[in-house]
């Protein structure tokens, strides 16, 4: 089933559109973290600061279910961007 | 390894007020923010603030920054700027990329006794057809362009969003010589105060209540040139036939803000939804954490508003100074009781009241979450 906005990207870091994390929750999506697993929503550049809340909104509207049911991102280390020489040039925590 | 009694993350209200404070009773501490200056979003606030003498009304948060600047200097802060903490790690180790001049920077590890984490919040987006288009950006970020960069974001701009930020930015994007071609409100009346709403419908400002963006059109360069607006009904379903197309070359959107809370999730510390908040972490009176000498005070704990996040700065920088052994128990608890009252005060009123109660049921929640009743 095909909706107007299917085209409008949600997760812009990797260009992932509504249609495809609909899609996700088709093939059995039901949080945050198994929309990321399928589709890549949430896992570049920003680390889905951005495009959580949006990623939210779309499993409990195709869900039906309430903001706190759907999860949220699971954070990893580094949580802001750092080149790899400035890390490999570091010490070891 | 390097070794810092206390780490401070954020240099804003929160993050600087308990570096003062900390500073003050005798603590070596380091306060690390990724910007290039330090003050977050005081040195955006160019208008006057509310509320009672002993929190500065009158005074503009500009200067409100300058002035803790000074104290903070005054105190023996350590402030690193331009330097980003990228994690948090077993032990109390903390991880960070530190600037040198903004481009270049350098990985260390710093070891500290306690953390304070006030890294503030992160705005929404709304989603509709083009929101990625350039010329499409946060209510927040508009404001850092005119008021810390002195640079217009564009001529003519759409506001999505009524809530204080929509307000204070939309005329203060004015007061740059942008004009606010609308304020687009989808509730059906406007969200923040009637003082900042009047200032705009003098401007002669068209305000849409019940109403969204439903598409961004884009010039042939790729830039917005026209927003397509559409009225909703009660139910915040778009009403066909009501579309509206409005010229403008920017969108502002204000549509709340999300506490900045990854370094806390990965030290595990224990969360909470809540209504009003999303999902915040538990911290009880001393602004700590579920783990033990991690604390945490202002935007990241739940949004609100400067003076609130200033206060909680204040009681986490006391209470780790006080872990550490530079204030007494007794001396400690009295001025956090005092700090909890004014909070109690700045949190009153129908905009206040949500909040009160919303912090007192974090309170409950951690300490339901340690099995019993807390220590005050």
């Known amino acids: 089933m095909e909706r107007y906005d299917d085209e409008i990207i949600v ?83 | 390894m390097l070794e810092r009694e206390i780490v401070v993350v954020g240099a804003g209200p929160a993050g600087l007020s308990a570096a003062i404070e900390a500073a003050g009773a005798g603590a070596r501490v380091l306060c690390i923010d990724l910007n290039m200056r ?75 006794q306690k953390i304070i984490v006030a890294a503030g919040a992160s705005e929404n987006v709304v989603r509709f057809d083009g929101w990625t288009t350039p010329g499409v950006m946060g209510a927040g970020a508009a404001q850092t362009m005119v008021n810390v960069n002195h640079v217009k974001p564009g001529r003519r701009v759409v506001m999505l969003g009524s809530g204080n930020v929509g307000l204070i930015v939309s005329y ?90 990854e370094l806390l999730a990965l030290l595990k510390c224990d969360f909470t939804f809540h209504p009003v908040w999303g999902r915040v972490p538990l911290h009880n009176r001393d602004m700590e954490t579920s783990q033990e000498g991690v604390y945490i005070a202002g935007d990241t704990t739940g949004v609100e508003e400067a003076n609130t996040a200033l206060e909680e700065g204040r009681i986490a920088g006391i209470s780790a100074a006080a872990a550490l052994g530079y204030l007494s128990e007794d001396e400690a608890k009295a001025r956090k009781d005092e700090i909890w009252a004014r909070l109690a005060a700045l949190r009153m009123g129908p905009f206040g009241e949500k909040r009160e109660q919303a912090k007192q049921d974090i309170l409950s929640a951690f300490d339901e979450s340690r099995g019993g009743l807390a220590a005050v």
């Open chain 1, 11 to 93: 997760c812009r870091c990797e260009e992932i559109t509504a249609g495809e994390i609909r899609q996700a929750i088709r093939e059995g999506a039901r949080d945050v973290t198994g929309v990321k697993r399928r589709v890549r929503a949430g896992m570049g550049l920003c680390q889905g600061r951005t495009c959580e809340k949006l990623v939210q909104q779309i499993l409990c509207s195709e869900l039906g279910l309430r903001p706190n049911q759907v999860g949220a991102s699971s954070p990893r280390p580094p949580v802001r961007p750092i080149a790899f020489g400035e890390l490999a040039d570091g010490e070891v925590v």
């Open chain 2, 38 to 112: 330090p003050g977050g979003q005081l040195f955006k606030q160019i208008h006057k603030f509310f509320g009672s003498s002993a929190h500065r009304s009158g005074t503009r948060g500009i200067d409100i920054g300058r002035m803790m600047l000074d104290e903070a200097e005054d105190k023996g802060v350590e402030l690193w700027l331009g330097s980003t903490v990228i994690g948090l790690f077993p032990g109390n180790k903390v991880g960070v990329r530190h600037g040198q001049d903004g481009t270049a920077g350098a990985f260390v590890t710093v070891h500290a």
């Open chain 2, 172 to 261: 203060q994007l004015m007061q740059a010589g942008c004009e606010v071609a609308a304020l687009v409100e989808a509730a059906p009346k406007i969200g923040g105060y009637a003082v900042h709403a009047a200032k705009i419908a003098r401007a002669g400002v068209p305000i849409y209540t019940s109403h969204t963006i439903k598409r961004v059109v884009p010039d042939e360069s790729g830039r917005v040139c026209r927003v397509v607006i559409v009225g909703l009904d009660d139910a915040f379903q778009e009403i066909p036939g009501t579309e509206r197309e409005i010229e403008a070359d920017t969108v502002a959107i204000g549509a709340g803000l999300k506490p900045t809370t």
